[in-house]
């Protein structure tokens, strides 16, 4: 077992075990009584893949999917973004009032440039966003996004993340998440159903 293949397995794991951790804190919060918002997601400032500078209420008036992740990834991101651009493709003209969301967890390597020659091969709605790693640690706390850098030999690092895509309504909050289990149908259905 090479060290890179170990790694990923250890990355694996840590995903595995930060998702439970999110599970579990969805069912233990719920929805607030109050405000009947789930405390997940909210304004962040990042710059996208043209190189625009945009905020929450950039995508206000469209659904949002939300996804975390990284250019370099071995496998996880591209195999979801590819989940993700289904759906798209699914939901058709309606795509239109959805916008999908790739916020990297690696914004050293993921510059707005790289991440323009990046995403189109997935889907020409995906919109990717990047920002200073302040920024970006920021956006993925209010998403309850954990990610860390793990060394992956040779002066080159991964990085492990959560990986569960968010749907959030036409105003930012919170409706429903799919883990990587969920299919492109699954997630054109639900987004069809929240449209
Ligand atoms: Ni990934």
């Known amino acids: 077992m090479t060290v890179n293949r170990l790694s ?61 992740g990284y250019t370099w990834c071995p496998d996880v991101c591209p195999t979801e973004l590819q989940v993700i651009g289904a759906a798209l493709d699914l939901i058709g003209e309606d795509a239109s009032e959805v916008a999908a969301l790739f916020i990297t967890v690696d914004p050293e390597r993921d510059t707005w440039q790289v991440l323009a020659d990046y995403v189109p091969h997935f889907h020409e709605r995906l919109i990717a966003l990047t920002g200073t790693p302040r920024d970006i640690a920021a956006a993925a706390s209010a998403y309850r996004v954990y990610y860390a850098k793990a060394d992956a030999g040779d002066g080159a690092y991964l990085v492990d993340h959560t990986s569960l895509v968010y749907l959030m309504d036409r105003d930012g909050a919170y409706l429903r998440h799919f883990t990587g289990a969920a299919t492109a149908e699954e997630i054109a259905a639900a987004v069809r159903e929240a449209l």
């Not at 919060?29 to 945009?54: C, E, Y």
């Open 8 to 68: 990923l397995i250890v990355a694996a794991l840590v995903v595995a075990v930060a998702a439970g951790i999110a599970a579990s804190m969805f069912v233990g919060q719920g929805r607030s009584a109050l405000s009947g918002r789930v405390p997940i997601g909210g304004d962040f400032a990042l710059t996208d893949h043209t190189g625009a500078r945009v905020g929450e209420a950039s995508f206000r008036g469209r659904l949002m999917l939300v996804y975390f």
